[in-house]
């Protein structure tokens, strides 16, 4: 039949897909996180940007093969929920959704932060929530096309991001980095728990499987460079930042990367990094808010969520309902006042429980090996089950070293997806899964 | 008089955004009988939905919109291949869809629709084959008046009379064609800002005939003339693709 939306053909080359994925990596996390990282691992923090970069590298390549393997709309979320059934289901779908509110109202308080570089009596939580109600009313009335700003955007941060490290590189000053690693390693692994939330973006080339050329090349290759390109800025911001601004003033200050460029660029520099810092926490939340109602509609889409939450607007044709509901609970969570660490942190929390259960999701296809499952793009033999089992104890290793406020909350949310699953998804979502069926044909070899 | 399989190989895409009430006052006009037509129901998007979710929710009343339209061309015996598609993203739609297609031509179906006069742009450097073949294959055995134009930027080095003279020759050209002599006119403007110029002149008549600019970097970027004047056209707009180089 010609007449279907699913031959719209594969558009995206591998610059494309790269930029896509750059656009939704280079955000607002290196503007707001490098106080809060050096506050807790000092100097030693760009090791945690490092490790962060690394667990995320190991979800990419997992990621690559189910993509290619499932292209459907909800990426991560449809991944497990199709290998491991509604219960994983309502855990991820409500992770993913509670972890972008989260992550929204940080960017949120980020760009508050911001502000008040130019009016220093700005009362943070109030901006924060006004910025909030104003992304929400553009987002139920629909935006259009906006990839050729988008692209700007991105092309404008990484400018600006290249500028601070080159001219910062100059600058550096080698004992500002002593103590290099004041709290131990302990205090590092828990800083990539924190700021793994800069990271949790690359999961969109995934969901765009369909629209890439020779996808068995260009998504792998591309979800690839687009968390190796970020990792590196990241590091290298941190370099700068902790070898120019003593750590003392670094911990307390709410605008550090323009404090730094401050230091080095004078007034100039530091109102780059302030608009820089602006631009990218408002388009990180934007994403965040459109990320939301599309894992909201593949939820709905299994039965797991009420559809209810889906329906289109008669005039705007936007999802108004799941727009108006994931932005009352973000500005819920800036009115109540949790502190921009531990939105960071959840944000965190639930996405590494998200990707750890992806690379369980890429275990149980490969063991079920259902004749649908094709996937154009194969881990190697030397990488399968290396990649996932790795990732996921990674993974694991990195939550358990999260603040118990953290890890109390990240609970609630988890188990807020059981009782989903109990008294709704169990009686509304489809049934069929696989992961029994991976077991099986495990104990069928065993006893064969 | 000619027949129209003379024509052979006008494939038009022909371009209606259903999500508009005007859809219900589109009636099919005869100059499309002559030429292959694939009728693009468009449903814009914003992006906070996806092109499933509102299929989902919103296909069904496109499809049945869609349909009656086809009915509409059927009823003029014209019968058309339909496609409905549900995008944030119009021009690379009609980009992909054109190529799948293998259309020669995209018209923008717009509320206003008369073609009693047309306009048609030419360029110096530009092939205008396809341009004055897909107008011939619209024009054959109507009666529409057709102005060619040309718009010359101030600082160029191509003079008045040279632009004459090619306007003449597709004037001849469409003449042999079986258009009549008399209602091809010439109009040659020299102009400081041929894109204002463009978009100023889609207005002063009633249809717009044109070819697309070849695809670059700049045009990626800050858009095409054509895409100018399909935005500020009130009538129907036709542009002739660039031929695809194999």
């Known amino acids: 039949m010609s007449n279907n939306q699913q031959d719209l053909s594969r558009n995206l080359g591998f610059l494309e897909a790269y930029t896509m994925g750059l656009g939704t990596m280079i955000g607002a996390g290196i503007f707001v996180l490098p106080s809060i990282a050096a506050a807790k691992a000092g100097p030693a923090s760009m090791v945690s940007f490092v490790v962060a970069g690394f667990v995320s590298l190991l979800s990419a390549l997992s990621h690559s093969e189910l993509a290619t393997g499932m292209p459907e709309a909800g990426g991560s979320y449809y991944y497990v929920y199709r290998s491991m059934g509604s219960l994983y289901g309502s855990i991820v779908g409500l992770g993913m959704w509670s972890g972008l509110m989260f992550a929204t109202a940080f960017y949120m308080l980020g760009f508050a932060q911001y502000m008040t570089y130019f009016y220093g009596d700005l009362p943070i939580a109030l901006t924060a929530f006004l910025m909030a109600l104003f992304l929400v009313v553009l987002n139920y009335r629909g935006t259009e096309e906006t990839a050729l700003f988008q692209n700007l955007i991105v092309l404008l941060l990484a400018g600006f991001i290249l500028v601070f490290v080159t001219v910062g590189l100059f600058n550096v000053d080698l004992t500002t980095f002593r103590p290099f690693n004041p709290n131990g390693w302990g205090a590092v692994a828990e800083t990539a728990a924190t700021v793994y939330v800069a990271f949790i973006g690359f999961g969109v080339i995934a969901t765009s499987a369909e629209e890439i050329q020779n996808p068995g090349r260009n998504l792998p290759l591309s979800m690839i460079a687009s968390v190796l390109t970020p990792t590196v800025f990241y590091v290298l911001v941190m370099f700068v930042s902790t070898g120019i601004l003593p750590l003392t003033e670094m911990a307390k200050s709410t605008i550090p990367v323009a404090d730094v460029a401050e230091i080095i660029m004078g007034t100039p520099g530091a109102l780059m990094m302030v608009v820089g810092a602006i631009l990218a926490t408002v388009s990180s939340a934007n994403a965040s808010i459109l990320s939301a109602a599309r894992v909201n509609f593949a939820m709905g889409r299994n039965g797991v969520f009420m559809d209810w939450l889906n329906k289109v607007h008669e005039d705007y044709h936007t999802p108004y309902r799941s727009i108006v509901v994931t932005g009352s609970l973000i500005m819920l969570l800036i009115g109540l006042g949790v502190g921009i660490e531990t939105l960071a942190d959840v944000a965190s929390f639930t996405y590494l429980v998200t990707y750890a259960l992806v690379h369980l999701a890429l275990i149980v296809m490969r063991e079920a090996d259902p004749e649908d499952y094709a996937p154009d793009f194969v881990l190697p033999a030397v990488a399968y089950p290396l990649v996932p089992v790795l990732g996921f104890l990674f993974t694991v290793v990195i939550i358990l070293q999260m603040r118990p406020v953290v890890l109390g909350i990240g609970t609630v949310i988890i188990l807020l997806g059981v009782a989903w699953y109990i008294f709704y998804a169990r009686d509304h979502a489809e049934g069929e899964h696989l992961i029994w069926e991976a077991l099986k044909s495990n104990s069928d070899e065993e006893t064969s | ?246």
Not at chain 2, 22 to 48: A, C, N, R, Y
Not at chain 2, 71 to 89: N, P, Q, T
Not at chain 2, 213 to 241: C, D, I, M, W, Y
């Open chain 2, 1 to 246: 008089m000619i027949e129209s399989d003379y024509f052979e190989g006008a494939r038009v895409l022909v371009t209606v955004d259903l999500s508009k009430p005007g859809w219900k006052d589109l009636t099919p006009f005869e100059m499309l009988s002559s030429m292959d037509v694939v009728l693009l129901g468009f449903h814009p998007i914003p992006d906070q939905t996806t092109p499933e979710q509102a299929e989902d929710q919103l296909g069904e009343e496109a499809q049945r919109r869609l349909d009656e339209l086809e009915k509409r061309f059927d009823h003029a015996g014209i019968s058309v291949v339909k496609r409905l598609v549900f995008s944030g993203d119009f021009k690379k739609t009609l980009d992909t869809l054109a190529d799948e297609e293998n259309c020669t031509a995209i018209l923008t179906w717009n509320e206003r629709m008369n073609f009693d006069r047309i306009g048609v742009f030419l360029r110096a450097d530009q092939g205008r084959d396809n341009i004055v073949n897909n107008l011939a294959a619209m024009m054959v055995n109507q009666d529409q008046e057709v102005e060619l134009i040309h718009f010359i930027s101030e600082d160029s080095e191509i003079d008045d009379a040279e632009s004459r003279s090619i306007l003449e020759t597709e004037r001849d050209y469409l003449v042999d064609r079986g258009c009549d002599e008399e209602r091809i006119s010439i109009r040659v403007d020299r102009v400081s800002d041929v894109d204002e110029a463009l978009s100023e002149t889609s207005n002063e008549y009633d249809a717009i005939v044109m070819g697309e600019t070849k695809p670059s970097t700049a045009s990626e970027v800050f858009g095409t003339r054509h895409e100018l004047v399909q935005e500020n056209a009130e009538g129907p707009v036709l542009v002739v693709r660039y031929p695809e180089e194999d």
